[in-house]
């Protein structure tokens, strides 16, 4: 970690806060972070601007007629079945995300998307337009799940109607 106004890293982001006092992102997920805050991601600065030009992107790209309908026939192969989905949708999904994140800095696999997700996740909890949009892309990526209403138990403690 580095100190006033330098360049700090922290998994595998850079923050670039201008401050002398340094947000950082602990292991229980909470976030500290300064209202001027940045980030660099291979030498290019990642803004909450760019942020939500990629998610806009992103989105615009599902939408795409022959993405829509890649998407579409996957979901409709996965069913609510979430093991399939991620066999079938997320491939598909990720693979588009990454055709759009590398414009802005993030390596095109796997790490890049990772480091993408990372970055929303902290812009989200400052500006509501990128909380909005990342909700619209999980639901891209998240099938709906249907959860069978409870059964009332058995009362084991009764044998034949009888106490």
């Given at each position: 970690m580095r100190e006033n106004g330098r360049t700090e890293k922290a998994s595998g982001l850079q923050y670039n806060t201008g401050q002398t006092v340094v947000a950082e992102l602990t292991s229980s997920n909470q976030r500290n972070i300064p209202s001027n805050f940045s980030m660099t991601s291979m030498?290019?600065?990642f803004t909450i601007s760019d942020c939500k030009a990629a998610l806009q992107e992103i989105l615009a790209t599902f939408d795409l007629p022959e993405n829509a309908a890649r998407l579409e026939e996957a979901k409709t192969a996965a069913g609510?079945?979430?093991l399939r989905s991620m066999q079938t949708v997320f491939p598909a999904a990720a693979q588009m995300q990454m055709s759009v994140i590398q414009r802005y800095g993030f390596l095109a696999d796997g790490e890049g998307l990772v480091q993408f997700t990372k970055a929303v996740r902290m812009y989200e909890?400052?500006?509501?337009e990128v909380r909005q949009f990342n909700t619209r892309l999980r639901t891209f990526l998240i099938p709906p799940v249907n959860v069978p209403h409870p059964v009332a138990?058995?009362?084991v403690n009764s044998h034949n109607g009888n106490s």
């Open positions: 030498g290019k600065q609510n079945d979430m909890d400052q500006d509501q138990p058995l009362n």
